[in-house]
Structures are given as structure tokens and as C-alpha cells.
């Protein structure tokens, strides 16, 4: 099967993309996929890309991917529901550093060709 054939492919691809051009922004990968599981009934969190800026920021990406623009399109895909739970992970990643770094959370909204880039996209208070 081709990576873009099914939705996780599509998703895959949607990140390899994503990733690219953070990288060429000078984002360095930290790590990819990192998840939390909650329970048998709770949904955990997943970070789609850990990333780290020239200033020592630890980025955490959320990647969403879209045909088009309708029904709000990516970045609006992003709910407070979503955000909470990429917030559970991050908590859960931050707990194995000492001291943890600055951090913020970004999205990378891909419809189409297009890519926009939200930094600081929500924060942490939620």
C-alpha cells in the first residue's frame, strides 16, 4: 500500500511534510509520536513532533492536514478538547527532565499545498 493511501499513510506523509519544514526553518527533531496512553476508556495524548528552536524552546507540533478549507479547515481542527489532551502529553514528557525549557505549542495547518505555520498557537493555561 502507498503511505498516502490510508489515513494513517496520509497522516505519515502529512508529518514527513511538516516535519521538512520545520527543519528548513531551523527546528531541530527532538522526537516524533510520542504518546500517553490513559485508560481503557480515557483517551491519552499524542505530540506529533518534538521540536527544538535555536533559542532552546522545546516546541511541541500538533500537524493538521486538509483537502481544503471547508468545514473550517486545519487549524480549527484543533480543538480544546485536542488541546488538553497534546497538554497531558507534554506535562508527561516534561517529567523526565530536571529542569524543564521553555516550551510553547504550535500547528502546522497543511490544506492542500498550502502550509501555515501557528506559533504559539495555544497555551499551556488551558
Known amino acids: 500500500m502507498l503511505k498516502g493511501s490510508s489515513p494513517k499513510g496520509r497522516g505519515d506523509a502529512a508529518e514527513d511534510r511538516a516535519l521538512h519544514y520545520l527543519q528548513a526553518r531551523g527546528l531541530r527533531l527532538v522526537t516524533r509520536n510520542y504518546r500517553v496512553a490513559r485508560g481503557p476508556n480515557a483517551r491519552g495524548g499524542e505530540i506529533d513532533l518534538v521540536m ?50 521553555p516550551c510553547r505549542f504550535d500547528v502546522l495547518a497543511l490544506e492542500g499545498e498550502q502550509i501555515e505555520w501557528l506559533q504559539a498557537a495555544f497555551d499551556a493555561s488551558l
Open 52 to 101: 527544538r528552536a535555536s533559542d532552546g524552546t522545546l516546541v511541541f507540533v500538533e500537524v493538521r492536514a486538509r483537502k481544503d478549507g471547508s468545514h473550517g479547515g486545519a487549524a480549527a481542527s484543533v480543538t480544546s478538547s485536542k488541546q488538553r489532551r497534546l497538554l497531558l502529553a507534554a506535562r508527561h514528557y516534561l517529567l523526565r527532565m530536571p529542569t524543564p525549557p
